[in-house]
């Protein structure tokens, strides 16, 4: 089972704002910086977020990300039916051998 | 334009070595802050992160997977390998490949393959 732990889903209405909580440990989250992953239906995930709070090239602003501690979070505003997927978040995790990138346990957003 | 496509077999049977190939384009194998991962998705289910090969040939592996794994990489075609022994029904997946920000360790994944379906049956 993942490490990191994401709520299974969350659903609000068009054009309002979602968090995703993702908990993790002082071996993963607390010392690691995480990332965040969008997965359309059918599709291979894409990156949102990195580096705990940065958007690559052509993510909209309406994604942020934040850390604090062994947690993180991903904010969406302005929800659009576009954006129902499901979201992972990733990080490094040291608590065994050479470590592993962990993901979290995904979180499915319903647009109402 | 940066892509990965991952090939492989269909279908193969338990106990048999899975061989899933990824061929990259539109950056080098021999980037020194770039590296390609391995992931995997079983139906209906999270993310698992299997292995990741670094520009030095340095290696990564699932802790939990280590023993049936082998990453490779050959930089003049393009492409890393990557091997799974001793394949069980559990395995089956869709399995990504993805161009992973790396130094030490692994960092984000920031082009992923469209992914490639593997079905272990007998």
């Known amino acids: 089972q993942s490490v990191l732990t994401q709520p299974p889903s969350v659903s609000a209405a068009p054009g309002q704002k979602v968090t995703i909580s993702c908990s993790g440990s002082?071996?993963?989250?607390?010392?690691?910086?995480v990332s965040w992953y969008q997965q359309l239906p059918g599709t291979a995930p894409t990156l949102l977020i990195y580096?705990?709070?940065k958007r690559p090239s052509g993510i909209p602003d309406r994604f942020s990300g934040s850390k604090s501690g062994t947690s993180a979070t991903l904010g969406i505003t302005g929800l659009q039916t576009g954006d129902e997927a499901d979201y992972y978040c990733g990080t490094w995790d040291s608590s065994l051998g050479a470590g592993d990138y962990v993901f979290g346990t995904g979180t499915k957003v319903t647009v109402l | 334009q940066v892509t990965l496509k991952e090939s492989g077999p269909v279908l193969v049977k338990p106990t048999e070595t899975l061989t899933l190939t990824c061929t990259v384009s539109g950056f080098s194998l021999t980037n020194r802050r770039v590296g390609v991962s391995w992931i995997r998705q079983p139906p209906g289910k999270a993310l698992e992160w299997l292995a990741h090969?670094?520009?030095?040939?340095?290696?990564l592996y699932s802790t939990s997977l280590k023993s049936r794994l082998t990453i490779s990489k050959d930089t003049s075609k393009s492409q890393v390998v990557l091997t799974m022994a001793n394949m069980d029904p559990v395995d089956t997946a869709t399995y990504y490949c993805a161009r992973s920000f790396s130094i030490n360790t692994v960092y984000y994944m920031d082009v992923w393959g469209k992914g490639t379906t593997v079905t272990v049956s007998s």
């Open positions: 002082s071996s993963n989250i607390g010392n690691n910086y």
């Open positions: 090969i670094f520009s030095n040939d340095g290696q």
């Open positions: 580096d705990n709070n």
